[in-house]
């Protein structure tokens, strides 16, 4: 389908084209990305035949779901990738929240899982490209929600928000919904974005276990750095954690 299929009053400019099915949503916006389109391109698929999650990982797509990539082109410093998954997670954060019963517990988990009544219902998976000045070009930011059915995995427990109490979703109204909550983050700039996401966190000094390569991480946390980095308390001090999987 073309662009048209998703108009709605725009969220920000947002040009939304919805497909009844793809490979991946991510896979054709990272193209997008690579070939100099304009930032605000937003893809949707109804199904995805190989969509996938963080560390190669497939993602099980069944109708009823989202399945939604988004191209932003922000600028500023390379170090500054990775507050954009962050953004997106404050962003889907409170979109998920204004469709369950308030007694819901919405938590996130560093850097890329919203965690419904401590099962997964999310996932982001957030790409970045760098021009020869060391300066961001482009963000693809891809975001599968279980809106309507919680497919299993292997290693954690899963949940959709319909299971929560959520009023049956309709992908697409939720992805206008969802963007325009990227529209507001956005302009409320970075920092506050770090405010929302510890607010949205893990409890101070929760035990948090990490795998980085082969590299075992352990210690409390301790919130976020100026660069978005995990900060752990550990015996040592504080260790700044750019990337890697929390386990549990």
Same mark, same amino acid.
């Given at each position: 389908?073309?662009?048209?299929?998703? @108009?709605? &009053?725009?969220?920000?400019?947002? @040009?939304?084209?919805?497909? *009844?099915?793809?490979?991946?949503?991510?896979?054709?916006?990272?193209?997008?990305?690579?070939?100099?389109?304009?930032?605000?391109?937003? #893809?949707?698929?109804? @199904?995805?035949?190989?969509?996938?999650?963080?560390?190669?990982?497939?993602?099980?797509?069944?109708?009823?779901?989202? /399945?939604?990539?988004?191209?932003?082109?922000?600028?500023?410093?390379?170090?500054?990738?990775?507050?954009?998954?962050?953004?997106?997670? +404050?962003?889907?954060? *409170?979109? #998920?929240?204004?469709?369950?019963? &308030? *007694?819901?517990?919405?938590?996130?988990?560093?850097?890329?899982?919203?965690?419904?009544?401590?099962?997964?219902?999310?996932?982001?998976?957030?790409?970045?490209?760098?021009?020869?000045?060391?300066?961001?070009?482009?963000?693809?930011?891809?975001?599968? +929600?279980?809106?309507?059915?919680?497919?299993?995995?292997?290693?954690?427990?899963?949940?959709?928000?319909? =299971?929560?109490?959520?009023? &049956?979703?309709?992908?697409?109204? /939720?992805?206008? @919904?969802?963007?325009?909550?990227?529209?507001?983050?956005?302009?409320?700039?970075?920092?506050? #974005?770090?405010?929302?996401? +510890?607010?949205?966190?893990?409890?101070?000094?929760?035990?948090?276990?990490?795998? =980085?390569?082969?590299?075992?991480? =352990?210690?409390? /946390?301790?919130?976020? *750095?100026? =660069?978005?980095?995990?900060?752990?308390?550990?015996?040592?001090?504080?260790? &700044?954690?750019?990337?890697?999987? +929390?386990?549990?």
């Amino acid at each position: 389908m073309t662009p048209a299929a998703g @108009r709605r &009053p725009p969220a920000g400019g947002w @040009r939304l084209a919805i497909h *009844d099915e793809l490979a991946s949503t991510q896979d054709l916006v990272l193209a997008a990305a690579q070939g100099g389109e304009p930032e605000g391109l937003a #893809v949707l698929a109804r @199904r995805q035949s190989a969509g996938r999650g963080t560390q190669g990982r497939a993602w099980s797509s069944p109708e009823g779901n989202l /399945f939604i990539s988004m191209l932003l082109r922000p600028g500023g410093p390379a170090l500054a990738l990775p507050q954009w998954s962050l953004l997106a997670g +404050v962003a889907l954060a *409170d979109t #998920v929240a204004e469709v369950l019963p &308030p *007694d819901a517990a919405l938590r996130l988990k560093w850097p890329n899982d919203l965690l419904l009544n401590g099962a997964k219902c999310s996932g982001i998976l957030s790409q970045g490209g760098v021009d020869a000045a060391g300066r961001i070009d482009w963000v693809v930011i891809g975001i599968g +929600v279980n809106l309507a059915m919680a497919p299993a995995l292997p290693d954690r427990p899963t949940i959709s928000l319909m =299971q929560a109490g959520a009023v &049956p979703q309709n992908p697409v109204a /939720f992805a206008w @919904r969802l963007l325009a909550s990227v529209d507001l983050w956005r302009a409320r700039g970075l920092a506050a #974005v770090r405010k929302a996401w +510890v607010a949205r966190g893990p409890a101070p000094q929760t035990p948090l276990h990490l795998r =980085q390569g082969g590299r075992a991480l =352990q210690g409390g /946390f301790a919130g976020l *750095d100026e =660069q978005g980095r995990l900060l752990l308390s550990t015996p040592e001090g504080l260790l &700044p954690v750019a990337a890697g999987e +929390v386990l549990g």
